[in-house]
């Protein structure tokens, strides 16, 4: 009996893994980002470093979070970097939690507007990764790649 295993039947193989993965990938880039209410990131315990399911399917997720903007400077018309808080009454003393905290960055050294006490939508690439700033510790980082005045209701 003759074997059907060859190399071409192996590369062809391969071949076909390779492009699933790769269509995989793109229909998950391709994918709207998850709107992400700020009561998730709550299942992150800092103190005791646990975490539930539900928050840690957010590492390296798309995801899209309404907050106010924390800039690092207030004179800056355009920032690359700042802090996303729930609520306007979290940049002031004492901070908020640190898993209600996001270190936002933005992708590609875009600029984002920048805007004290307004609401603002952000997406991008989410990671459990903890970081330290002058204002506050974070426990989260978001690689943005949109960052979007909300609209007032």
Known sequence: MRSTNSPALGLLLAALLAAFLINRAQAQAAKEPETVDWIRLRGLNYKTGKINA???????ARIRILGYMVPFEDEDKEVTEFLLVPNMACIHVPAPPQNQIILVQMAGGKKAPAALGKTFWVEGLMAIETSKSAYAVASYRLSATKVQLAKEE
Not at 54 to 60: C, G, I, P, Q, R
């Open 54 to 60: 539900d928050a840690k399917a957010l590492d390296k």
